[in-house]
């Protein structure tokens, strides 16, 4: 008896040990942050000073093909956290509202579960915007008063709660971070322009909805809370956790930030700054909060085996008045076609920054293709942990591109999705649109293309055209045709990568969103 139990000591130590070499992780996701935005990827054409991102792209590495699986908010995060396609779930195309359902149910394995499993302290900062199970008064679905009530209450101070919405603000908030991985989740429920308005501590409200206000949703907020604010507090917790660290366990710090994403509000002491407008002093603001973080690693000793990486949810948005920047010489999207919630490389071609100082040679760059579902295979594949077989279906680990080396993967391309839903295949130097304009917001989108007798698709060679400006998919339908089959089988198989078929989330998918197919 005494020899077992020497043993299993023994055997847990190894394990303790062994969690404790494995690197630390923070991933800071910004939002609506263009792949130009970042200055040391768009040298020619940005003219907006990120330092502190340029910095860490200098100690470290630039991925220049690197994607989201959507060009919208929600479904890009929920990619993120399952290592799954957005379109899998029964969230098909948009994104969520702020009272929205769990759209992650509590037994699918995240990120954040995968790597506590395997010894790691996991934590939270930011928007959360993947669903909540908010406690209410009447038993029914969250949901707020009429937009004319609301409205009629701004500016007028405190009003009871339940005059607001039916939310429950002593209640217990379900289905959110820390039912779903997180140890610890400070943040607010999704973008700064969808309410409730309201702090959230792990599973509950930090104060009640009393105050309604509004950046164009109007909803309840709390009496302390103004979106100016926010970022700056975010920078503080981040700080604060990371500080917190004694280095007996690795960690896993995940940071979505809600910037530059509308409201685009800079504060005083960032106004003027860029001298692009508020949009381009916002950016630079994002780039200050990043280099606050950074500097808590580096002032942590922990800097030598964390992974630091910064990437965003999809393009820039039109809300920042492109236009207005390509005049002045900024151009958010770089050389490529788009912009957020588009199928165009523009609306999902993404910055994605790593530095590792134990591994990743400084100032060096992969051009190999990945997608932010990578996440989860790359955890997997850094702390020797094994995937189930129905977790992270679509997620091939980037971890050998780290070192110099290869990805070796079993997928046969990416699938790109835009917020109406509409699909793009890329393999290699092709990429296939299933729309015929944008998917998206940017002109021509399928309406004002379907008027112009546009082809029902479109066709690619990202080799020689990044900027996607001829259609080749009348003139290389062998092409088109081989893409599609592999879309087709990756969508009906439940996955794409190696493994068992899976099953999608809804029963029927619909490839041809337009409806020519």
Known sequence: MKRLCIFVVMASLGLTAHAASNPNVIFILADD???????????????????????????????????????????????????????????????????????????????????????????????????????????????????AILRARMGKGASAPEELSNIDWKGTIQGGPVDLGFDSFFGIPASLDFPPYVWIRDRNWVTAGTHAKAFRRPG??????????????????????????????????????PSPHTPIVPTADWKGKSGLGTYGDFVMQTDHVIGQIIKAVDDSGFADNTIVIVTADNGCSKAA?????????????????????????????????????????????????????????????????????????????????????????????????????????????????????????????ENAAAKNDAPVAQLYDMENDPSETTNLYASQPEVAAR???????????????????????????KLWKSGEK
């Open 220 to 257: 309840p907020a709390g009496e302390d809370f103004e979106a100016i604010d926010v970022l700056g507090e975010l920078e503080k917790e981040s700080v604060k956790i990371i500080s917190e660290q004694k280095g007996d366990k690795p960690f896993f710090v995940y940071i979505p930030l």
């Open 321 to 445: 008045r492109i236009g207005d920047l390509e005049a002045q010489g900024h151009y958010p999207s770089a050389q490529f076609r788009g912009s957020k919630a588009d199928l165009w490389d523009g609306g999902h071609r993404v910055p994605f920054i790593v530095r590792w100082p134990n591994e990743i040679k400084a100032g060096s760059q992969s051009d190999q293709t990945i997608c932010l579902v990578d996440l989860m295979a790359t955890c997997a594949d850094l702390t020797d942990a094994e995937l189930p077989k129905n977790a992270g279906e679509d997620s091939v680990s980037f971890a050998p591109a780290l070192k110099g080396e290869p990805i070796v993967s079993s997928r046969n391309g990416i699938i790109h999705h835009s917020i109406s839903g509409h699909f793009a295949y890329r393999q290699g130097k092709w990429k296939l649109l299933l729309a015929k304009g944008s998917g998206g917001w940017t002109a021509p989108n």
């Open 483 to 509: 893409l599609l089959a592999l879309l087709e089988a990756d969508i009906a198989r439940g996955r794409s990568t190696e493994g068992a078929a899976a099953a999608n989330d809804v029963d029927q998918i």
């Open 33 to 147: 942050m263009g792949y130009g935005d970042v200055h040391c990827l768009n040298p020619e054409r940005g003219k907006i000073d990120t330092p502190h991102m340029d910095r860490l792209a200098s100690e470290g590495m630039i991925f220049t093909d690197a994607h989201t699986s959507s060009s919208v908010c929600t479904p890009t995060r929920y990619g993120i956290m399952t290592g799954r396609y957005n379109w899998r779930s029964k969230l098909q195309d948009g994104v969520l509202n702020g009272y929205g359902e769990p759209l992650i149910p509590t037994d699918r394995l995240t990120v954040p579960a995968l790597l506590a499993k395997n010894g790691y302290k996991t934590a939270m900062i930011g928007k959360w915007h993947l669903g909540l199970e908010m406690a209410t008064i009447d038993g029914k679905p969250a949901a707020p008063k009429s937009t």
